[in-house]
């Protein structure tokens, strides 16, 4: 065996003795910092949790504060004595004296979020159904099953200050004292666990668009966010901050109240569609902790039967002067249909009774402006049982403070590009119907026509003498009945969906934002504020304008011989 000599020795056991100590330094660091946060707090903590799930039982044993008699269905413990002190603390021991909780079966699947489940949880419900009380108890359960030995910190989010303030509040009814602090210091605010671990609370409202995100910069096991339905612009920070996820899995509650707002709506069904969510719904009506008369009381004291139902019910309901009133998403938004037996595509048959040419596959809707302008793309298709066309919005461009040839341009290289159209003269052709010709202010004049031509797209008004000479005019109101009739008709018959992808979200998002957003005022009058920062009239219009010549109220028999023509 070959001796070192002593010099080099010595040196070996110098450095190994600095690697130690850097280790040692370490650890020494962290029971630090979780000593200091531990502070106060007794070595041995009971941390368990009797969760009682109850029933509705008019022989029930149990009276609620809310005067129903309720009977306990099954039990649910976790949690125990907790060695706060430990280098890295942990269960110890079974509860002696467990927190007793209960709650509806409604709420059961909420609290106890199992592996099974998706890593989101959406829980829909009106006021009074236990939405917070259910976050603050699945907050305990992560905390216990995620959080215990590992220091981690959980995250609770809401739009405003008085939000969390709420959240903070049922935090304190529920949880024991013994538990946790509430601290508020520059760099964190929100509980501080006796085991070390956190959960940090913090508003999401941005002060500014030039501020960063209120949530960047944390890492968090899992997260709770409350009112998620106005947190939609830092959905994806919220979503970035599970990095210090045990095993990876980010759990997360989000709660909402109903809102009528498109991209709420966007989000909402695509992160149920792609799976990584799941929608839960907490009735109000079905909670044993509210009063019988609950209800009743409320809907007397509502302003009116609709803003009850929104409040309480928590039902989805569009403005009651909405213009485009037989919108509807769950039906109207719907993806392109695959072609097969009775599916068949026949924009090229339906255009070429109107315009006499065979190779049109694209029909396109043109609203011009030069502050704002608004292009949307149609194809026809023949569906089983319907003798008619059936339409689908397969996209959309709105260009702001553009010219009218830049816009031609960019809808040119959208269409080639998407549907392989206007790629050669002998090739299949887009066919655009643009916002009639007049000698109004906001009218276009002949040169949006040249200009398209001169791109290379077919152009033509939508409505015109039958000479094919002079100005045509479109009622307003006569347009969007037309809108609404393909919508929905009176025999409940739907000929006009958006086209949308596997997560819901729609091809043309402003389109459905025109849809679901756009009101008649006080006098009943449609399309009326037309500042640039109000107006969403734009892709609707140029929707009108599209269909107007072949589903316009005296294009009748125009359609009776496409029907024949479809066979």
Not at 166 to 180: I, M, P, T
Not at 280 to 302: G, H, Q, T, W, Y
Request: aromatic share 8%; hydrophobic share 40%; proline share 4%.
């Amino acid at each position: 065996m070959t001796r070192l000599p002593a010099v080099a020795l010595a040196v070996l056991v110098a450095v190994g003795g600095c690697v130690l100590t850097e280790e040692s330094l370490a650890i020494k660091k962290i029971a630090r910092n979780v000593n200091e946060r531990v502070y106060g707090f007794d070595r041995l903590v009971d941390v368990g949790v009797e969760l009682n799930v109850i029933r509705l039982d008019r022989l029930g044993p149990i009276t609620l504060e809310s005067g129903r008699r309720v009977s306990v269905l099954r039990t649910h413990r976790w949690g125990g004595i907790l060695d706060t002190k430990a280098t890295t603390p942990g269960i110890v021991g079974i509860s002696k004296a467990p927190r007793k909780w209960m709650c509806s079966e409604a709420q059961e699947s909420i609290i106890l979020h199992s592996d099974a489940d998706p890593l989101g949880q959406l829980v829909l419900s009106g006021e009074g159904a236990g939405k917070t009380t259910a976050l603050a108890m699945w907050h305990h359960r992560r905390w216990v099953i995620d959080g215990i030995g590992h220091f981690r910190e959980g995250g609770q989010t809401a739009p405003v200050l008085k939000r969390l303030g709420l959240v903070k509040q049922e935090f304190l009814n529920l949880w024991d004292a013994r538990w946790c602090h509430y601290v508020a210091r520059d760099d964190f605010e929100g509980f501080e666990l006796c085991d070390g671990s956190r959960i940090r609370f913090q508003h999401t409202h941005r002060q500014s668009q030039a501020a960063g995100s209120p949530i960047q910069g944390f890492n968090w096991s899992w997260a709770g966010r409350d009112e998620m339905q106005d947190q939609v612009d830092v959905h994806l920070d919220i979503e970035s901050r599970g990095r210090a996820a045990k095993g990876g899995k980010y759990k997360q509650l989000g709660t909402a109240t109903a809102k009528d707002d498109p991209e709420w709506k966007t989000l909402r069904d695509g992160l149920i569609a792609g799976g990584q969510w799941i929608r839960r719904e907490l009735r109000v009506a079905d909670s044993p902790f509210v009063a019988a008369n609950f209800l009743e009381i409320k809907r007397k004291s509502a302003i009116t039967d609709r803003e009850f139902r929104r409040r309480y019910l928590a039902e989805d309901l569009a403005p009651e002067s909405r213009l485009y009133f037989n919108w509807d998403r769950e039906t109207n938004l719907r993806p392109v249909p695959l072609l097969g037996p009775g599916i068949t595509h026949i924009t090229s048959l339906v255009l070429s009774r109107k315009t006499g040419a065979s190779n049109q596959a694209l029909l396109i809707g043109h609203d011009p402006g030069t502050a704002k302008a608004a292009s949307v793309l149609l194809q026809a298709y023949k569906l089983p049982n319907e003798p008619e066309p059936v339409w689908w919005v397969r996209g959309e461009l709105i260009t702001l403070h553009a010219t009218t040839e830049q816009h031609g341009l960019d809808l040119l290289a959208l269409i080639r590009k998407r549907f392989a159209v206007n790629l050669r003269p002998d090739l299949e052709q887009a066919h655009v119907r643009a916002q009639p010709i007049g000698q109004a202010e906001d009218k276009p004049d002949l040169d949006l026509y040249r200009i398209f031509k001169r791109v290379g797209l077919d152009t033509k008004a939508a409505q015109y003498k039958k000479d094919g000479t002079g100005t045509g005019h479109i009622k307003k109101d006569s347009r969007i009945g037309m809108i609404n009739r393909l919508l929905c008709d009176a025999a409940g018959r739907r000929r006009l969906f958006i086209d949308c992808d596997e997560q819901r979200r729609p091809c043309a998002p402003r389109l459905v934002e025109a849809f679901e957003t756009m009101e008649r005022d006080e006098r009943g009058r449609a399309e009326v504020d037309k500042r640039l920062d109000y107006d969403k009239s734009d892709p609707a219009d140029a929707l009108g304008y599209a269909l107007w010549p072949w589903e316009k109220e005296s294009a009748a028999g125009l359609r009776a011989d496409i029907t024949k023509g479809i066979g």
